[in-house]
Structure formats: structure tokens, C-alpha cells
């Protein structure tokens, strides 16, 4: 299952960061991409008027199919790939480097790597890494040991419940604030759990049965392992059916309670508030937001109603599935059983990419420390800062002029426009992990500590000021974000090389590409969620009434659009819970339109092979979206990813766009014009 990466953050639900793309990144690199333009991936078989996503890409499509160990594959993998081979030498070479100063992180680096590629030493010892915490919840015999081995649980990155983290206060986001979130599934989302259709059914069969069989790989005898992982899929059912859909915490106020301990208590009888806070060591804290009320009503009903050795079992569960993947490859084989049947991938990844990966959790800012030093120049931020500020011109002209804004709601967005802030390729101030212990192994210890190592340091945040400094992404990452209670647009080292911008390219497609990109991030401090915060970061209307309307029933446009939309033949993409990210794609396409246009890049480009510089813009923003994609994966993604699949992505927000249907000469009436254009921005 998914790890610890956003465990205890409470960062996607309760202080949420837009980010581009949901890629659990991936990727055996085939070519890397030398020219940016790439008409051999053209299907000219295809009418661009009729589906441009398979006119730009169909030949790559066809050429490119997915390699086993992967659910999806596209640009963002195989630049994922990239890049994680280039840190896999970083780290080889750091752990043959044995004449390091003990605690530095060039120590801990090499280690860590040592450690997880030691397939030796984890293999002989099977769960035996694991027995200490199994004994904690052997020895469980009340509810007040039930609740601090939960807390302590949730410290070193168990799914134990729920989710407790840090986030800004939505109302004053000068202050950090502790967050309770729901939590505690085993399956992606709580729709597997609810969803009719052969296909979620097939899973949560597939699932009660990878259940039993892990709790046989520990040991149990197997009429008693059917009968724990029924009891786990009880509990799970019984979190599920109390947690919120991902479409309403999208409304940041449905996910905004803060509550004094008092009330908190009053809100789950049973659970002591301030007893879970002195559990996990924070015992000063007086209030937190409880994000999800109802989620946590029933929490405390079911811990008061369900038999404590029904508790137990849940808990050795969560220990087991959150660790399979760092033991003995009979633990490894099992979690990889079910990943597959959730995502289709074939085969499990090679052993050096799963400990980069975790490594990449566990070390992540000073792998990333490294690899800025020897991949980003100086040059690539002054060159991506330049096409940054134009697109930020290019919105701050359209909030000048837009026609239905009222002058007093224009004045406010272009101030929050003005005091966006802007991050390019890593942090300022590196990472301090010297408090955090790594040696050669065993390699689960290291996993463990260095979760734990996370969650106090987020956790250590409630209270004291906010770090402006702090980035959410390490800066290899190939992504980008936008965070509404920072209002700063971010874009690591990762994203910023080809395909997605390339000095080598020709600046209508790097336009379309990384352009896009960035005026897809700054539209998000305007979308329908980020739209509902201030310049400052605070969840504060600016708008008129009336203004808000009209805003309102454009959004519904998007909504409605999207909605029609399918994957794997019958599942509809969730028009509400991919509303913000339609609009951003719009939006940013829009904006890196206009930027390129007023840009003296415009005047001299040159037409190549027949493509005009308009042309080869949209056909550089399609060819990063290029993605072949597994049908159980097209499915998760529905359920839970906030972005449009990606063809959906290219040719659902290029039919709203005049722009591109001029530029290729679009037929009235073709699928590539979207009948009630949908004009957000
Ligand atoms: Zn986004």
C-alpha cells in the first residue's frame, strides 16, 4: 500500500497543495528526450480536429507500450526514471565511500542505501525486525494501552486510524495548528470499500484474501487468518463508511473544526484527547482541528463497541502491510499480489528503484542537496524565471481587463496576484537530519526511524511561526505545486529540463510546455478552491457577491464537462472532485499562450516542417500528457486523484480554447470544440 509519504502531513486533506501531476512516479527510460518538438510521435493517420491527444502522441502511444513493473507510462515516468537513475549512482558511489565522517549526511546516504540493497541480511530476517512493535500489541489489555500504542503507532508511519499532522490555520495562516485526519483504510479510498460494480467488488475480495495470507506469512494458522482479516475488513468497512468523500474536502471549510480539548472530547467520547497528545509527546497542545467530525464520532463508537482483540488484529495488520515492503521477500512477493491487482502492474519493480524511492522519502532533501549541485546550473533558474515572469505578466493584464469582475474584486486579485510567491528549483535552507539515526541496517529500523524522524519534525512545527523557507517537494521531484496558505508557486529542479523546458527547444514549445505548467500553478491561487483564500493565505472572501456568482457558474461548466467524460469503458471521471485542476490547465494554457505571444521569442520563430509556431506551442503542451495507462490504474485514478486522466487533460481543456482551434484550423461542429465553451480565466 502507500507508504508514509503523506501520513501524518495531513497536507491532502486538511491544508491542501495543488500539485501537477499525481504521478507515483515511475519509469524504465527508453530515450531520453533530446528535441522537444517530436513529430515522429505524431498519428497523422488521426484528424487533429477529431482528438488532438492521439493526433500529437499516437505514434508514441503505439511505440511505447508499458513496461511490466508499471501501472502507467509517460513523460513524467520516464523523466522520474531519469533522474532516478542519475541519484541510484549518487548513491552506489556514497556507499562505497567508506571514509565518511559518522553522522554527516553523506554517512546516512550511503547507508541507507547499503542497507535496503543488503538483500542478504533482509532476508534472513524475515519479520524479527518487527517483533518489539508485535509485542507492544500483544501486551495490549485496555483501551488506554489501545490508544497510546495507536499514537505511537502513527509515529513511526502506521495507517493506525486516523492521521495527525500540522497544518496553517486556514483563518490565520501566520500560525500552525495541529490536524486530526481521517485515515486507517488498507485500500486506496473509501469508495473501494463502497462502491457497487463486479469490479470494486472483485478487489475487496482479492484484498480479505491478501489479508490472510500475510497473517500466514506471520505465523497464524490459517482458519484463524481468514477469520483476522474478516475482522480487518469489518473495522476498515466500518472508517470507511464514516470518512468524508474526496469531493467534499475539496470545500476547505467542510475540512476546517478547530476545537479546544474540551470539546474534542465531547466530540469522541471514549478517546481522551489530551491523553493521544501526550502519547505522541505534544502534550502543550490545547486545540487542533478536527477535520472530519463525523469520521471521528464514529472512530470512538466503533473503539468502544468493537472487542479489543478485534483492535488487536487491525493493529497488527496496519503494522504488517505499512512495513512488507522493507522485509524478506515472502513479505515483498505478498504486498507487490495486491498492488498489482490494484494498479495492473505486472512485475515488481527492481530492487535498486523501490530503495531510491524509499530513500527518497527517507533522505529526501539531502539526496536532493547532491543532486542540485550536479544537475542544476544557474543558468537553467535564470532561464525558467524569465518565461515565470512573463506568464505572470500575462495573468496580472488579464485581471486588469477581464470584463464581468467588479472593480473592487479585481483589485483584490490582482493584489493577491502581486503578493504570490514564486520558488524555482530547491530550498534556500537545506534540510537538518542530524538528529536522525541511520546505519547499515536492519533496513526496516532505518525506514521506521526515519518516519519517525518526519513526523516530530512536523509535528514540532505547532506553535511557533511559520518556515517560508520550507519546501514541500525535494527539488528532484518532477512536479510542481501551489500552496493556498503560503500563496507561493513552486517548482523544483526536477521539472525543469526536457521535455518539459529545454533550452534547445524552440520557445513555442518549451511555452506550451513548462509555460503551461507554470500559469497552471498560478491559476490555482484563482480556482475554485484556491479562489476561497486570501494574498495572504488566509481563508478570507475578497469577492463581491455578484462577482462570485458569475465565477460560481462558470465553474459549473468544467464540472459538467468533465463529467462526461469515461475510463476503462464505464467509470465517469468525477466532474466535482477534478474541478480545480480543469480549471488550472485552462487557465495556465491560456495564460502561457498570451505570455509566449507578447514574448520577442514570438516575433522570430520559425514555422518548422509545416508546423507553425502556434501549432508546435499546442502540440509541445500535448506531448508532455503523453501516457499509456493500465485500465486498474485509470480506475484508482478516478476514484482518488483530483486530476483529469490525461487525455482528457490535453483535449478537454484544448476544446474550450479558441486559440488552438484557430490555430489548426478547427472545423464548427468537430469533437475538438466544446459546444458551451467553458471560459474561466
Ligand atoms: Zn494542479
Known amino acids: 500500500?502507500?507508504?508514509?509519504?503523506?501520513?501524518?502531513?495531513?497536507?491532502?486533506?486538511?491544508?491542501?497543495?495543488?500539485?501537477?501531476?499525481?504521478?507515483?512516479?515511475?519509469?524504465?527510460?527508453?530515450?531520453?528526450?533530446?528535441?522537444?518538438?517530436?513529430?515522429?510521435?505524431?498519428?497523422?493517420?488521426?484528424?487533429?480536429?477529431?482528438?488532438?491527444?492521439?493526433?500529437?502522441?499516437?505514434?508514441?502511444?503505439?511505440?511505447?507500450?508499458?513496461?511490466?513493473?508499471?501501472?502507467?507510462?509517460?513523460?513524467?515516468?520516464?523523466?522520474?526514471?531519469?533522474?532516478?537513475?542519475?541519484?541510484?549512482?549518487?548513491?552506489?558511489?556514497?556507499?562505497?565511500?567508506?571514509?565518511?565522517?559518522?553522522?554527516?549526511?553523506?554517512?546516512?546516504?550511503?547507508?541507507?542505501?547499503?542497507?535496503?540493497?543488503?538483500?542478504?541480511?533482509?532476508?534472513?530476517?524475515?519479520?524479527?525486525?518487527?517483533?518489539?512493535?508485535?509485542?507492544?500489541?500483544?501486551?495490549?489489555?485496555?483501551?488506554?494501552?489501545?490508544?497510546?500504542?495507536?499514537?505511537?503507532?502513527?509515529?513511526?508511519?502506521?495507517?493506525?486510524?486516523?492521521?495527525?499532522?500540522?497544518?496553517?490555520?486556514?483563518?490565520?495562516?501566520?500560525?500552525?495548528?495541529?490536524?486530526?485526519?481521517?485515515?486507517?483504510?488498507?485500500?486506496?479510498?473509501?469508495?473501494?470499500?463502497?462502491?457497487?460494480?463486479?469490479?470494486?467488488?472483485?478487489?475487496?475480495?482479492?484484498?480479505?484474501?491478501?489479508?490472510?495470507?500475510?497473517?500466514?506469512?506471520?505465523?497464524?494458522?490459517?482458519?484463524?487468518?481468514?477469520?483476522?482479516?474478516?475482522?480487518?475488513?469489518?473495522?476498515?468497512?466500518?472508517?470507511?463508511?464514516?470518512?468524508?468523500?474526496?469531493?467534499?474536502?475539496?470545500?476547505?471549510?467542510?475540512?476546517?473544526?478547530?476545537?479546544?480539548?474540551?470539546?474534542?472530547?465531547?466530540?469522541?467520547?471514549?478517546?481522551?484527547?489530551?491523553?493521544?497528545?501526550?502519547?505522541?509527546?505534544?502534550?502543550?497542545?490545547?486545540?487542533?482541528?478536527?477535520?472530519?467530525?463525523?469520521?471521528?464520532?464514529?472512530?470512538?463508537?466503533?473503539?468502544?463497541?468493537?472487542?479489543?482483540?478485534?483492535?488487536?488484529?487491525?493493529?497488527?495488520?496496519?503494522?504488517?502491510?505499512?512495513?512488507?515492503?522493507?522485509?524478506?521477500?515472502?513479505?515483498?512477493?505478498?504486498?507487490?499480489?495486491?498492488?498489482?491487482?490494484?494498479?495492473?502492474?505486472?512485475?515488481?519493480?527492481?530492487?535498486?528503484?523501490?530503495?531510491?524511492?524509499?530513500?527518497?522519502?527517507?533522505?529526501?532533501?539531502?539526496?536532493?542537496?547532491?543532486?542540485?549541485?550536479?544537475?542544476?546550473?544557474?543558468?537553467?533558474?535564470?532561464?525558467?524565471?524569465?518565461?515565470?515572469?512573463?506568464?505572470?505578466?500575462?495573468?496580472k493584464s488579464d485581471l486588469e481587463t477581464i470584463s464581468w469582475m467588479s472593480p473592487r474584486t479585481r483589485k483584490a486579485a490582482i493584489k493577491k496576484l502581486d503578493l504570490m510567491g514564486e520558488r524555482i528549483g530547491y530550498p534556500g535552507k537545506w534540510r537538518d537530519y542530524s538528529a536522525l539515526e541511520i546505519n547499515r541496517g536492519p533496513y526496516v529500523l532505518n525506514v521506521i526511524r526515519a518516519n519517525e524522524f518526519e513526523n516530530r519534525r512536523e509535528l514540532s512545527k505547532i506553535g511557533k511561526p511559520v518556515d517560508r523557507n520550507e519546501w514541500y517537494m525535494t527539488p528532484q521531484t518532477v512536479n510542481a505545486y501551489y500552496d493556498p496558505s503560503m500563496n507561493n508557486i513552486n517548482f523544483p529542479a526536477g521539472i525543469l529540463q526536457p521535455p518539459f523546458f529545454d533550452p534547445n527547444a524552440p520557445m513555442a514549445v518549451n511555452y506550451g510546455a513548462i509555460g503551461a505548467v507554470m500559469g497552471h500553478e498560478m491559476t490555482h491561487g484563482f480556482d475554485d478552491q484556491g479562489s476561497q483564500f486570501d494574498g495572504y493565505g488566509n481563508l478570507k472572501n475578497w469577492w463581491t457577491l455578484l462577482d462570485r456568482l458569475h465565477f460560481d457558474k462558470n465553474v459549473k461548466c468544467i464540472v459538467r464537462q468533465f463529467s462526461g467524460y469515461t475510463v476503462d469503458r464505464d467509470l465517469h471521471v468525477q466532474g466535482k472532485l477534478v474541478t480545480g485542476e480543469a480549471i488550472a490547465d485552462l487557465g495556465g494554457l491560456k495564460l502561457a499562450w498570451r505570455a509566449f505571444h507578447a514574448s520577442p521569442y514570438y516575433k522570430d520563430a520559425p514555422t518548422i516542417d509545416g508546423f507553425t509556431p502556434d501549432q508546435q506551442f499546442f502540440l509541445g503542451f500535448a506531448h508532455f500528457w503523453a501516457t499509456n495507462i493500465r485500465p486498474e490504474e485509470a480506475r484508482r485514478l478516478v476514484t482518488v486523484d483530483p486530476h483529469p486522466p490525461a487525455q482528457y487533460r490535453v483535449n478537454g481543456t484544448l476544446a474550450n480554447l479558441p486559440q488552438f482551434q484557430a490555430a489548426f484550423h478547427v472545423p464548427k461542429k468537430s469533437p475538438m470544440i466544446h459546444k458551451d465553451r467553458c471560459v474561466i480565466w
Open 1 to 395: 500500500m502507500q507508504l508514509t509519504r503523506y501520513l501524518l502531513m495531513g497536507v491532502l486533506y486538511a491544508a491542501p497543495l495543488w500539485v501537477l501531476a499525481a504521478t507515483e512516479p515511475t519509469g524504465p527510460s527508453v530515450t531520453p528526450a533530446v528535441q522537444s518538438l517530436h513529430l515522429n510521435w505524431l498519428d497523422r493517420n488521426v484528424n487533429p480536429a477529431r482528438n488532438f491527444y492521439e493526433f500529437a502522441n499516437g505514434d508514441w502511444l503505439r511505440q511505447n507500450p508499458i513496461p511490466p513493473a508499471y501501472s502507467s507510462w509517460g513523460q513524467f515516468s520516464i523523466l522520474y526514471r531519469q533522474n532516478q537513475k542519475f541519484i541510484h549512482q549518487l548513491l552506489e558511489n556514497a556507499a562505497k565511500n567508506t571514509r565518511v565522517q559518522p553522522g554527516s549526511d553523506a554517512q546516512k546516504i550511503g547507508d541507507f542505501y547499503y542497507s535496503g540493497m543488503d538483500t542478504a541480511a533482509v532476508n534472513a530476517a524475515g519479520v524479527a525486525p518487527l517483533a518489539a512493535e508485535f509485542k507492544r500489541i500483544n501486551e495490549i489489555t485496555n483501551l488506554a494501552q489501545l490508544q497510546a500504542d495507536i499514537a505511537h503507532l502513527q509515529m513511526i508511519g502506521v495507517n493506525a486510524l486516523f492521521n495527525f499532522g500540522q497544518m496553517q490555520d486556514f483563518k490565520n495562516s501566520s500560525e500552525v495548528i495541529g490536524v486530526a485526519s481521517q485515515g486507517g483504510l488498507g485500500l486506496p479510498d473509501r469508495d473501494y470499500y463502497r462502491k457497487k460494480g463486479a469490479k470494486f467488488a472483485k478487489i475487496r475480495k482479492e484484498y480479505v484474501q491478501h489479508i490472510a495470507r500475510t497473517f500466514t506469512l506471520l505465523g497464524d494458522r490459517k482458519d484463524a487468518a481468514a477469520w483476522e482479516a474478516g475482522t480487518v475488513m469489518y473495522i476498515e468497512t466500518q472508517l470507511a463508511k464514516a470518512s468524508m468523500s474526496d469531493v467534499e474536502q475539496r470545500n476547505p471549510r467542510a475540512v476546517y473544526h478547530v476545537m479546544d480539548l474540551a470539546r474534542l472530547d465531547k466530540e469522541t467520547p471514549g478517546f481522551s484527547w489530551q491523553t493521544y497528545l501526550a502519547n505522541v509527546g505534544y502534550s502543550q497542545i490545547k486545540s487542533l482541528n478536527l477535520a472530519m467530525p463525523k469520521f471521528f464520532r464514529a472512530m470512538s463508537w466503533n473503539l468502544k463497541s468493537v472487542p479489543l482483540s478485534s483492535w488487536k488484529t487491525y493493529l497488527r495488520w496496519q503494522l504488517i502491510d505499512a512495513f512488507a515492503p522493507y522485509l524478506s521477500k515472502p513479505f515483498v512477493d505478498e504486498n507487490f499480489r495486491m498492488q498489482s491487482e490494484l494498479t495492473g502492474a505486472k512485475k515488481l519493480l527492481p530492487r535498486w528503484q523501490r530503495v531510491v524511492r524509499a530513500e527518497d522519502n527517507a533522505l529526501g532533501f539531502a539526496v536532493g542537496k547532491l543532486y542540485v549541485e550536479k544537475k542544476f546550473p544557474p543558468s537553467s533558474k535564470a532561464e525558467a524565471l524569465i518565461i515565470l515572469h512573463s506568464i505572470r505578466a500575462a495573468l
